[in-house]
């Protein structure tokens, strides 16, 4: 009879146990519901959205394959570009336009020594100044340069004259 009794305790222990699981079940099963029901109408906007994405998507004139023949389009007008040859061809181009300008800078050259050396400047300057008398000069005194060609200092003069009025 002791086996009885203990097989009975046993059983009533499982059943109990079983009826708190049945009970987990049944509380979980209803905040499920609960919770499905609260985000039913979330869930049924979203595959609305989803069925006209699709649809959109599928649309042969403005959808996937439209923009998938476009990107397709792209990479060969960019393949047929031959950009990388482009880009190669500038990078050489900036390499030698860096070479010559620090060449400059350096002082090579004869613009690098017009920009590096103050002695050629004022060279410059002073055969600048010089050729501007020497025209403002022949302006005046144009019989000096050209003898027999050129006209008289009167005459000249007076073309002055006119001329400035």
Do not use: C, W
């Amino acid at each position: 009879m002791d086996e009885f009794k203990q097989l009975s305790v046993e059983f009533q222990a499982t059943a109990r146990k079983v009826r708190e699981s049945l009970d987990t079940f049944e509380n979980t099963a209803n905040s499920a519901t609960t919770e499905l029901n609260r985000t039913a109408p979330e869930i049924r906007r979203t595959l609305v959205s989803y069925r006209e994405l699709s649809d959109k998507l599928s649309d042969e004139d403005k959808g996937l394959p439209k923009v998938i023949a476009n990107l397709s389009e792209l990479s060969q007008n960019l393949n047929d570009a031959n950009l990388k040859a482009t880009v190669d061809s500038a990078n050489v181009a900036l390499s030698s336009f860096n070479k010559t300008m620090a060449k400059i800078n350096d002082g090579e050259g004869s613009l690098g020594k017009l920009l590096n050396e103050d002695s050629i400047y004022n060279n410059l300057n002073t055969s600048l100044k010089s050729l501007d008398s020497l025209l403002t000069h022949m302006n005046y005194y144009p019989k000096h340069f050209f003898g027999p060609l050129g006209k008289k200092h009167k005459k000249v003069v007076r073309d002055l004259e006119k001329a400035q009025d």
